[in-house]
């Protein structure tokens, strides 16, 4: 079936540095989705994109369908950023908008 | 904006037992999503209803019953706890796009 990889599994940064997250996906998905868990579990809603770019604050995504791969971009990164990232992706075809979910990426902030 | 309430935040129940979980929106969201999180994987989809009295299994539905009452709300039965079971069920809703998620309950089977 579709599937969304996502890495790095786990990534430890030192405040005020950045990095980037990356998903790619097996077949052409429609639109993504970037989500935090935060310190209580809950999802936090960062991105949703059917194309192209959109940024945040600190945090840029880039979702390119065609090439079948989104991207998260951290840059100045805070204490408050660590915590989980979950790429989520919504295929063609599927009804209800169902979101392939990939396994997540620990970040951790160290001062 | 709108929120999404989950019903209870914490669930304990026994080998066998027929557990209920409740989720509430007010987004006035068509779509409502039930998913299941297990310790380092991404989450997955069990029940989907893109409407009041509509069901759809997702790609977890064994070992589970859906209902939607109305608009509005979406429960989820779990028909018989495994023992050692320990998950994070978590809900959603959409109007077709983006999905925006509850706190989620977070179930113990001893």
């Known amino acids: 079936g579709d599937q969304v990889e996502q890495s790095p599994s786990a990534l430890s940064l030192h405040e005020g540095t950045g990095s980037a997250l990356r998903c790619n996906f097996t077949?052409?998905?429609?639109?993504v989705q970037w989500f935090r868990k935060n310190s209580r579990g809950s999802l936090i809603n960062l991105f949703y994109?059917?194309?192209g770019t959109k940024e945040n604050g600190r945090l840029k995504s880039a979702f390119d369908s065609k090439e079948r791969y989104s991207t998260l971009h951290i840059r100045d990164a805070q204490l408050e950023d660590s915590g989980t990232y979950f790429c989520?992706?919504?295929?063609?075809?599927?009804?209800?908008?169902?979101?392939?979910f990939g396994i997540g990426t620990l970040l951790s902030v160290k001062p | 904006g709108g929120i999404i309430t989950q019903t209870p935040k914490f669930l304990i129940g026994q080998e066998g037992q027929k557990l209920t979980l409740k989720c509430q929106q007010n987004?006035?969201?068509?779509?409502m999503y039930w998913y299941r999180q297990d310790s380092g994987k991404g989450l997955r989809l069990i029940y989907y209803?893109?409407?009041?009295?509509?069901?759809q299994k997702g790609d977890l539905s064994e070992g589970y019953d859906a209902s939607r009452e109305k608009k509005s709300s979406f429960s989820l039965t779990v028909t018989s706890a495994q023992k050692n079971e320990m998950a994070v069920f978590l809900c959603?809703?959409?109007?077709?796009?983006?999905?925006?998620f509850g706190p989620g309950t977070r179930l113990t089977v001893l």
């Open positions: 989520a992706a919504e295929g063609y075809g599927s009804s209800g908008n169902k979101l392939i």
């Open positions: 987004f006035n969201h068509d779509t």
């Open positions: 209803s893109i409407t009041e009295n509509d069901l």
């Open positions: 994109l059917a194309s």
């Open positions: 959603a809703s959409s109007s077709g796009g983006e999905q925006y």
């Open positions: 077949t052409t998905m429609r639109a």
